[in-house]
C-alpha cells in the first residue's frame, strides 16, 4: 500500500498498447499507479509506417508515459525476474548513467556487437549497457511486455536486417531509404551496385509488412522520383512471404484485391518464397562485413541470391525473452493465488511445485477471461493468481484467444482497468472481444476492411458483406486509426499533416 494515500500500489510491466492504455484508465484515487519500461513513450504502431515515409512526424506517433499530472510514476527499466510470494519485481535500469545516456536498454535479442569506437579508444558496449538492478513492490502486478520479431534463426537477420517495432527502428528505415538513392546517383557508383542499392525488400506479407510496402510505394513513386527521376527506372520494391497468398488473415476476394493492386503500384509479390541468409556484400560475390555504402544480398530457396538496398523484417511475434526465462517455476504457491473450483485439491499444496501456465507455442501467458495469470503444478493442478494479471500480445486466453493487434489489446487494457476501479471480479461477464474486423492500407490511397462474418445456424451463410476495398476502405482505415489516437494533441497534428501531404506532398528532409 501507498501508506500516504492509503492506495494500493499497482505496478505495470511494458509502455506499449497495453501498459500505456491501461495506466491511463486506472483510477488514480483508488490506486498509485506506476510503469516500468524500457520505452519512455508509447508508439502508436499502427500509424509508425507513415512516419517513417514523411506523411507524419514521429512525435505525431508517439505519447509520453510520463504523466504532466503526476497520476502515474514511470520508471525506465527492463523487468527481470518476478517473485511473486514477496511481490516483489527485480528490474535493470534501462537509462545509464554518465556520459552514455544514448544507450538504452533493448528488448531486442543482443545483436553480437560488443565493441564499439570511441575517439579513438575501444570500449566495451556491454558495460554501458549494465544499468542499475533495483526492486520495486507491488500489491497487483500487470505484464504487458509485448512480443519480439520473429526472426525464424534465418541466418544474417539479426545482425543485418532492420527490425521494426519501435520508432528507433523507423527512423533507422527511413535514413536507409534516403542512403540509398543518395548512394545510388553517387557519380562513380557501377550500375550494378546502382541496382541492387534501389531494390527495396520487406519479408512478411501479414498487415504490417503490407501496409509499410503501399507506403514506401506511394512515398518513391509519387515524392522521392521527383528528387530522383534519373533512377526511376531502377527502383525496385519486392514483399517477400513464405506463405502462398498475402493478408492471410483476409478473405480471398480481399487478399487477391490486395494483390493485383500492389503489382500495379510496381510492388513485387513473391509469396512461397523461403528466405535463407541475409549477409553484405553483393550477390555472388564472397560475404564482407558490414558496409551501408554498398548493398546486401538476399538469398532465397527458390530464386538463389539478389542484391537489395535494405531489407525490412516483419514476419511476426517470438515471446519476449522475460516471459520465456523469467516468468517460469513459482515454486509453493503464492498466498494470492486461488485453486481452480472445478480442480481436485494436490495433497498438500505447500509441497507441491508450482509454475506460470503457458501455451505451446509461441509460450505466452495463459490467463482466464478476467486476465488473471494461471499457474499449473506438476500433478496438473490449475490455480490463478489474484494479484498478477497479464495482457496484450504476451497473453493468451485459455477460452479463445483475440488475435494479436493494438485494437484487440487497447480493448483488454479498457476492461482489466475497468475490472480493477470497480473491484468487481467474477461478479460481471469475462472478457470477451469486440470483432470489428481487419483493415488494411495497401498503397494508392486504397485499403481493405474485412468484417466479422456472422453466420446463421450452421448454414455457413454470411450475412454481412464480405468487406470493403478501394478508397472507401483506405478512409475507414484512416477514421478508424484517427479516433484511436490516445491525445487531442496528436488527433489534431495527425489530421492536419495528411490534409498537408495531400496538398504538398510528403517532407523529403
Ligand atoms: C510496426 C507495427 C505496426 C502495427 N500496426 C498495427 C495496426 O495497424 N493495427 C493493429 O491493430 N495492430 C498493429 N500492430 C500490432 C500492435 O502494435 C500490437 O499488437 C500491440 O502493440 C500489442 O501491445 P502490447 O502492449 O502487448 O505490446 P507492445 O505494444 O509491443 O508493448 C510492449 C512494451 O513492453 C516493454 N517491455 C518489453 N520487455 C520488457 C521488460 N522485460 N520489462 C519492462 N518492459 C518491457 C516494451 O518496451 C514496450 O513498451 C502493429 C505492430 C507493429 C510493430
Known amino acids: 500500500?501507498?501508506?500516504?494515500?492509503?492506495?494500493?500500489?499497482?505496478?505495470?510491466?511494458?509502455?506499449?498498447?497495453?501498459?500505456?492504455?491501461?495506466?491511463?484508465?486506472?483510477?488514480?484515487?483508488?490506486?498509485?499507479?506506476?510503469?516500468?519500461?524500457?520505452?519512455?513513450?508509447?508508439?502508436?504502431?499502427?500509424?509508425?509506417?507513415?512516419?517513417?515515409?514523411?506523411?507524419?512526424?514521429?512525435?505525431?506517433?508517439?505519447?509520453?508515459?510520463?504523466?504532466?499530472q503526476k497520476r502515474v510514476n514511470y520508471v525506465p527499466a527492463v523487468a527481470r525476474s518476478v517473485d511473486f510470494a514477496s511481490?516483489?519485481?527485480?528490474?535493470?535500469?534501462?537509462?545509464?548513467?554518465?556520459?552514455?545516456?544514448?544507450?538504452?536498454?533493448?528488448?531486442?535479442?543482443?545483436?553480437?556487437?560488443?565493441?564499439?569506437?570511441?575517439?579513438?579508444?575501444?570500449?566495451?558496449?556491454?558495460?554501458?549497457?549494465?544499468?542499475?538492478?533495483?526492486?520495486?513492490?507491488?500489491?497487483?502486478?500487470?505484464?504487458?511486455?509485448?512480443?519480439?520479431?520473429?526472426?525464424?534463426?534465418?541466418?544474417?537477420?539479426?545482425?543485418?536486417?532492420?527490425?521494426?517495432?519501435?520508432?528507433?527502428?523507423?527512423?533507422?528505415?527511413?535514413?536507409?531509404?534516403?542512403?540509398?538513392?543518395?548512394?545510388?546517383?553517387?557519380?562513380?557508383?557501377?550500375?550494378?551496385?546502382?541496382?541492387?542499392?534501389?531494390h527495396f525488400a520487406v519479408v512478411g506479407a501479414g498487415p504490417t509488412g503490407t501496409e509499410f510496402v503501399g507506403l514506401l510505394a506511394d512515398y518513391i513513386h509519387r515524392d522521392l522520383l521527383?528528387?530522383?527521376?534519373?533512377?526511376?527506372?531502377?527502383?525496385?520494391?519486392?514483399?517477400?512471404?513464405?506463405?502462398?497468398?498475402?493478408?492471410?488473415?483476409?478473405?480471398?476476394?480481399?487478399?487477391?484485391?490486395?494483390?493485383?493492386?500492389?503489382?500495379?503500384?510496381?510492388?513485387?509479390?513473391?509469396?512461397?518464397?523461403?528466405?535463407?541468409?541475409?549477409?553484405?556484400?553483393?550477390?555472388?560475390?564472397?560475404?564482407?562485413?558490414?558496409?551501408?555504402?554498398?548493398?546486401?544480398?538476399?538469398?532465397?530457396?527458390?530464386?538463389?541470391?539478389?542484391?537489395?538496398?535494405?531489407?525490412?523484417?516483419?514476419?511476426?511475434?517470438?515471446?519476449?525473452?522475460?516471459?520465456?526465462?523469467?516468468?517460469?517455476?513459482?515454486?509453493?504457491l503464492p498466498a494470492s493465488a486461488t485453486i481452480k473450483r472445478d480442480e481436485g485439491q494436490p495433497s498438500d499444496i505447500k509441497e507441491t511445485s508450482w509454475k506460470v501456465k503457458k501455451n505451446k507455442r509461441p509460450g505466452a501467458l495463459l490467463v482466464d477471461g478476467y486476465f488473471r495469470v494461471q499457474l499449473e503444478s506438476k500433478d496438473g493442478t490449475n490455480a490463478f493468481m489474484n494479484d498478477v494479471?497479464?495482457?496484450?500480445?504476451?497473453?493468451?486466453?485459455?477460452?479463445?484467444?483475440?488475435p494479436a493487434t493494438a485494437i484487440a489489446t487497447n480493448q483488454e487494457a479498457r476492461y482489466l482497468a475497468k475490472r480493477l476501479n470497480n473491484d468487481d471480479f467474477d461478479r460481471v461477464p469475462r472478457f470477451s472481444f469486440r470483432d470489428m474486423g481487419f483493415l488494411a492500407y495497401i498503397g494508392d490511397d486504397k485499403g481493405l476492411m474485412q468484417l466479422p462474418h456472422v453466420q446463421i445456424d450452421d448454414t455457413n451463410k454470411k450475412v454481412l458483406p464480405e468487406g470493403l476495398k478501394g478508397r472507401t476502405a483506405w478512409l475507414v482505415w484512416r477514421g478508424a486509426y484517427l479516433s484511436m489516437v490516445l491525445s487531442w494533441r496528436n488527433y489534431f497534428l495527425i489530421a492536419i499533416y495528411w490534409l498537408f501531404t495531400r496538398i504538398f506532398g510528403r517532407r523529403v528532409g
Open 226 to 332: 521527383v528528387y530522383y527521376p534519373q533512377v526511376r527506372d531502377r527502383v525496385r520494391i519486392t514483399l517477400y512471404d513464405v506463405s502462398p497468398k498475402i493478408l492471410g488473415m483476409f478473405d480471398e476476394s480481399l487478399s487477391q484485391y490486395a494483390f493485383e493492386n500492389m503489382k500495379k503500384e510496381g510492388v513485387e509479390i513473391k509469396t512461397s518464397h523461403h528466405i535463407e541468409e541475409l549477409r553484405w556484400g553483393e550477390p555472388n560475390k564472397p560475404a564482407i562485413d558490414m558496409d551501408p555504402k554498398t548493398c546486401l544480398t538476399l538469398k532465397t530457396k527458390e530464386e538463389g541470391e539478389t542484391g537489395v538496398g535494405m531489407c525490412v523484417w516483419t514476419t511476426g511475434n517470438a515471446i519476449n525473452p522475460f516471459v520465456k526465462e523469467a516468468l517460469s517455476d513459482v515454486g509453493t
Open 389 to 402: 494479471f497479464a495482457i496484450g500480445d504476451n497473453a493468451m486466453m485459455e477460452a479463445g484467444s483475440p
Open 87 to 198: 511481490k516483489k519485481v527485480a528490474l535493470e535500469a534501462s537509462v545509464v548513467q554518465g556520459a552514455a545516456t544514448d544507450i538504452v536498454l533493448t528488448t531486442e535479442p543482443e545483436k553480437p556487437e560488443s565493441t564499439r569506437e570511441l575517439r579513438g579508444k575501444e570500449v566495451d558496449v556491454r558495460k554501458w549497457r549494465q544499468g542499475t538492478k533495483m526492486e520495486l513492490e507491488y500489491d497487483k502486478l500487470v505484464i504487458a511486455t509485448g512480443c519480439i520479431t520473429n526472426t525464424f534463426n534465418t541466418p544474417g537477420v539479426l545482425e543485418n536486417a532492420l527490425l521494426y517495432r519501435d520508432v528507433s527502428d523507423a527512423r533507422k528505415i527511413q535514413r536507409r531509404i534516403r542512403e540509398c538513392f543518395e548512394l545510388a546517383v553517387l557519380p562513380n557508383k557501377p550500375d550494378q551496385l546502382r541496382t541492387h542499392l534501389l
Open 1 to 68: 500500500m501507498d501508506r500516504k494515500a492509503g492506495r494500493e500500489r499497482v505496478l505495470i510491466l511494458g509502455s506499449g498498447w497495453g501498459g500505456y492504455v491501461l495506466s491511463r484508465q486506472l483510477s488514480p484515487v483508488k490506486y498509485d499507479i506506476t510503469v516500468a519500461s524500457p520505452r519512455s513513450n508509447f508508439v502508436f504502431t499502427p500509424l509508425l509506417s507513415d512516419a517513417t515515409v514523411g506523411t507524419l512526424e514521429f512525435s505525431h506517433v508517439v505519447e509520453s508515459v510520463r504523466d504532466r
